[in-house]
């Protein structure tokens, strides 16, 4: 593999969480590991390694925040420790810009907007140690129960004509419990207006550029 890269992101907010987007196609081996002040991300797309270090303006809990990968990207939302504090003024502590991070136009809603502004759609996503790909896997259906065999006919009484037998009783068929999969789609978010912040810029660029 070529020498690591930073993956190109984005990243917008609300109150009490941030969306951070890793824009990586067919994304695998992926390691997302989250601490109080900051996050990790390395993964592998199309032959190449990819790696990141988040160090935040303010602390998260990182027991509260989700994840979803999918074949277009690493999404995480992180959860705010103090969910009153409001607004950051930039994702990262350090001032310096970095070149692969942007904000996410799609997902951004700014602070005196109404509640219902620009909501988040935020099926698949799943706790950190859920497995890579989003949400927990749907619970298989349960198998029908076998049917039930006929009852044997009654024998005959003595010196009256043998009555025949009862029919047997048919099998019950397998009632099985549906599926319940959860095979949610993809978030599409609406457009926004650009943050009053120091990496105001377009949407992300191509992929990746080379550390």
């Known amino acids: 593999m070529s020498s690591t890269k930073n993956p190109s992101a984005v990243w917008a907010q609300r109150a009490d969480v941030v969306y951070v987007t890793f824009q990586l196609q067919d ?3 992926v390691n997302i590991e989250m601490k109080e002040s900051s996050l990790s991300m390395s993964a592998s797309s199309k032959g190449s390694a990819f790696a990141a270090e988040l160090e935040f303006f303010a602390d998260i809990s990182p027991e509260d925040c ?4 999918t074949p277009h990207e690493v999404a995480i939302i992180l959860q705010k420790k103090d969910a009153d504090s409001g607004y950051w003024p930039r994702l990262l502590k350090t001032k310096n810009k970095q070149h692969w ?4 136009f799609n997902k951004w809603r700014d602070e005196d907007d109404s509640d ?5 759609d935020t099926s698949g996503f799943g706790d950190m140690m859920s497995g890579m ?3 927990m896997p749907g619970m298989g259906g349960m198998g029908g129960m076998p049917g039930m065999g006929g009852m044997g006919g009654m024998p005959g009484m003595g010196g009256m004509p043998g009555m025949g037998g009862m ?3 048919g099998g019950f068929g397998g009632a099985g419990m549906p599926d319940f999969n959860d095979d949610s789609d993809d978030v599409d978010s609406d457009g926004g207006s650009m943050p009053d912040l120091e ?3 377009a949407a992300a660029a191509p ?3 080379s550390k």
Request: glycine share 18%; aromatic share 0%; net charge negative.
């Open 27 to 29: 994304a695998s081996d």
């Open 66 to 69: 989700k994840k979803r990968v």
């Open 101 to 104: 991070l942007k904000v996410d």
């Open 116 to 120: 219902d502004a620009k909501d988040v």
């Open 133 to 135: 790909g989003g949400g």
């Open 167 to 169: 029919a047997g009783m």
């Open 199 to 201: 990496d105001k810029e």
């Open 207 to 209: 992929e990746g550029d």
